[in-house]
């Protein structure tokens, strides 16, 4: 089976929940013989980030995409990378599944717009993405 797993960061580079999550997952899947790959953003951490392209790991193909203002996407946790948007316009159909993780994410929007369009199946999970802002404070700090 062909999995795309469409995260805002991917391990190794990030400490985060979901960040391991889908390197579990995906290092799992790869395991069973599936072929996995991730499209994800070039953001590591608070204050670095990769070279964009493609490389393997564990089994799983990693494709870094560049993101856009860096600083911004640290300060409110929005991720853009433009440059996925024809990528997946143009493979989206070589996919038999599509893992969205984090659906309030640029890579979740596009990755389920394009799913829905074309018909393919996909999986949406949120990893608990409340906002820590507003109404959502009390009830994400009593989680």
């Known amino acids: 089976m062909k999995v795309l797993q469409a995260v805002p960061t991917f391990h190794p580079y990030t400490a ?79 996919f038999d599944i599509i893992h969205i993780h984090e659906f309030t994410t640029f890579q979740g929007i596009i990755c389920h717009h394009y799913a829905k369009k074309n018909t393919a199946p996909y999986i949406l999970q949120v990893h608990g993405s409340l906002p820590k802002i507003g109404k959502w404070k009390t009830l994400k700090r009593s989680i």
Do not use: C, W
Not at 26 to 45: C, Q, W
Not at 54 to 81: C, N, Q
């Open 16 to 94: 985060s929940g979901p960040s391991r999550v889908e390197y579990m997952i995906s290092k799992h899947l790869a395991r069973r013989g599936h072929s996995v790959t991730v499209y994800t953003s070039n953001i590591t951490d608070q204050f670095n980030s990769l070279k964009s392209g493609t490389e393997k790991y564990d089994g799983i193909e990693v494709h870094r995409f560049p993101s856009i203002g860096a600083l911004f996407a640290r300060v409110i946790k929005f991720i853009a990378t433009p440059t996925l948007i024809p990528q997946i316009k143009k493979e989206i159909k070589k």
